[in-house]
Nanobody, 113 residues
Framework: QLQASGGGLVQPGGSLRLSCAAS??????RGWYRQTPGKQRELVAT???????NYPEFVKGRFTISRDSARNTVHLQMDNLKPEDTAVYYC???????????WGQGTLVTVSS
């Protein structure tokens, strides 16, 4: 249902753009979480069907989530990346009809010099 892409290795201060393509149903809220070994999964960005976005303080001003409704895809633009942004990033989407949450397979982002 969800296919995440765009992860990779980038130097500190660099940028990456993650994408999450959805299929199968109509989704309302969508977003991204990330997880590193030994830590809880943490919310990175959310976007509603109306386009309202929300970010935690540690990514505000650096990450931007956007929604391409025609392609049923959500993007996460990550700028000024820091080593502490290194994690596996997971996209999610909430079904508009069943309210079930679907998850992508995760994409690894490594920020290192």
């Amino acid at each position: 249902q969800l296919q995440a892409s765009g992860g990779g290795l980038v130097q500190p201060g660099g940028s990456l753009r993650l994408s999450c393509a959805a299929s199968g149903t109509t989704f309302s809220d969508r977003g991204w979480y990330r997880q590193t070994p030994g830590k809880q999964r943490e919310l990175v960005a959310t976007i509603t069907s109306g386009g309202t976005t929300n970010y935690p303080e540690f990514v505000k001003g650096r990450f931007t989530i956007s929604r391409d409704s025609a392609r049923n895809t959500v993007h996460l633009q990550m700028d000024n990346l820091k080593p502490e942004d290194t994690a596996v990033y997971y996209c999610y989407a909430v079904s508009k009809f069943s309210y079930q949450t679907y998850w992508g397979q995760g994409t690894l982002v490594t920020v290192s010099s």
